[in-house]
């Protein structure tokens, strides 16, 4: 790392690349989405131009990740052309001990969990302050609403002792729009003692299509850290 450098992008940057290393030729690759996942398609984005992956394909997890793999070189198909998806790679917010996850930062997680929990390996990429003891301790948890059950959903939620509020844009007036044309309820849970439990009961409430907890669908997590001043991946 050089002086001046930011760490977190290094971090980034570095665990992105490791990730996109690991794809082999011939692959259909779940593209997920967010600023480290940005890094992996770059540097897959890169083998492919090199000539040193062939056959690849991409099955995009949003209109970011689309667009960056458009950019990048990356062809893309859909889930209606393949029969699998090899593997898939994916940033998150929070990362357990047990690599269960809370995702939809960028409010993608429904596409997100659609494509990743179909790949034969999952690999999730982020940097070393994404590690936590228990989920729900840094991070609110997303959950993706059509907008008529908005009222509903946050009353639901309240009385299963979640503080729901709703995502508002950021350089554009009212709430987050998701690329299905829904909300985003973001809640503080003050404990989420069952992942599992919580995530079908959030699931089963009318109105809502995808919350962010993934649950046993990680195979692999790369963390980026830097140590003295050197970025180094790690492998949990
Ligand atoms: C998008 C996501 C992202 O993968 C998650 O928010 C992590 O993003 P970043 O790598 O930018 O921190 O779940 O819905």
Redesign the pocket.
């Known amino acids: 790392m050089t002086v001046g450098q930011d760490p977190v992008k290094v971090m980034k940057q570095e665990v992105g690349k490791a990730a996109a290393a690991r794809v082999k030729s011939g692959s259909i690759v779940g593209l997920?989405?967010?600023?480290?996942?940005a890094y992996a398609l770059e540097y897959l984005g890169a083998r492919i131009q090199s000539g040193e992956l062939k056959d690849i394909k991409g099955i995009p997890t949003s209109f970011q990740a689309s667009v960056l793999a458009k950019q990048y070189g990356i062809p893309l198909i859909t889930l209606d052309e393949c029969d699998r998806i090899d593997i898939a790679i994916?940033?998150?917010?929070e990362v357990d001990p047990q690599k269960n996850l809370i995702?939809?930062?960028?409010?993608?997680?429904t596409r997100?969990k659609i494509v990743d929990t179909l790949a034969e390996e999952f690999i999730v990429v982020v940097d070393s302050s994404k590690l936590v003891d228990k989920l729900g301790s840094t991070f609110l948890l997303p959950v993706e609403v059509l907008p008529m059950a908005i009222a509903p959903v946050m009353r639901k939620i309240e009385q299963l002792g979640g503080k729901p509020q709703l995502r508002m844009g950021v350089k554009k007036a009212g709430p987050v729009i998701t690329d299905q044309g829904n909300m985003v309820i973001d809640v503080k849970f003050d404990a989420i003692a069952n992942p599992a439990e919580l995530e079908k009961t959030l699931n089963n409430i009318p109105g809502v299509l995808e919350n962010g907890l993934f649950v046993g669908v990680t195979d692999v997590v790369l963390v980026g850290e830097v140590k003295d001043g050197k970025p180094s991946v790690r492998e949990f």
């Open positions: 997920g989405t967010g600023s480290t996942t994916d940033g998150a917010d995702k939809g930062g960028g409010a993608a997680h997100e």
